[in-house]
T-cell receptor, first 113, second 112 residues
Framework: GAVVSQHPSRVICKSGTSVKIECRSL??????MFWYRQFPKQSLMLMAT?????????EQGVEKDKFLINHASLTLSTLTVTSAHPEDSSFYIC?????????FGPGTRLTVT | DQQVKQNSPSLSVQEGRISILNCDYT??????FLWYKKYPAEGPTFLIS?????DKNEDGRFTVFLNKSAKHLSLHIVPSQPGDSAVYFC???????????FGAGTTVTVRA
């Protein structure tokens, strides 16, 4: 199956700064990647669909100007959390579709102080 | 609006016994269902899936049952092992839609 990596695994930033999270599909060319967010003891919530070479599609309630997604190649999608606030602290996970299932990255723990 | 529901937040089972996790969905367009296992601070890992043309799929100790008329699926783990202790998520997608909708998860604890 597809191997998906994320970097960094953990990041702490100050309120008001921006943070970039990378998602790489290591052995699979992905025209579409997905970004999820998981708050403690809650479900995974789809934030947006990242499309290679075009604009991302955001789910209802997700601010596209705050969560910038760039999918510049078939193996890399980035999520930038702009002007981060403490309420943005969460676990961010990306995924790609394989043949029968979505493969998830290991996640990035973002803490905004 | 939660389209996939896992109403049991936790389940405790003795090692060697059967674990049964339940999942209900409301969207009649869902036709593909997956179960994922997740440890804290890690991404979910795929366990087993089932399409709507089947009512059962088995893979080793894991079996998923689908009841389309009731919009209900379940995951059976037998025998349960201590390494099965994790959070289990049910997910669903509709035909030609690549998005997955997840349930809230069930935390399984297998007692030795």
């Amino acid at each position: 199956g597809a191997v998906v990596s994320q970097h960094p695994s953990r990041v702490i930033c100050k309120s008001g700064t921006s943070v970039k999270i990378e998602c790489r599909s290591l052995d699979f060319q992905a025209t579409t990647m997905f970004w999820y967010r998981q708050f403690p003891k809650q479900s995974l919530m789809l934030m947006a669909t990242s499309n290679e070479g075009s604009k991302a599609t955001y789910e209802q309630g997700v601010e596209k100007d705050k969560f910038l997604i760039n999918h510049a190649s078939l193996t890399l999608s980035t999520l930038t959390v702009t002007s981060a606030h403490p309420e943005d602290s969460s676990f961010y996970i990306c995924s790609v579709w394989g043949e029968y299932e979505q493969y998830f990255g290991p996640g990035t723990r973002l803490t905004v102080t | 609006d939660q389209q996939v529901k896992q109403n049991s937040p936790s389940l405790s089972v003795q090692e060697g016994r059967i674990s049964i996790l339940n999942c209900d969905y409301t969207n009649s367009m869902f036709d593909y269902f997956l179960w994922y296992k997740k440890y804290p601070a890690e991404g979910p890992t795929f366990l087993i899936s089932i399409s709507s043309i089947k009512d059962k799929n088995e893979d080793g100790r894991f079996t998923v049952f689908l009841n389309k008329s009731a919009k209900h699926l379940s995951l059976h783990i037998v025998p349960s092992q201590p390494g099965d202790s994790a959070v289990y998520f049910c997910a669903a997608s509709a035909l030609d839609d690549y998005k997955l909708s997840f349930g809230a998860g069930t935390t399984v604890t297998v007692r030795a």
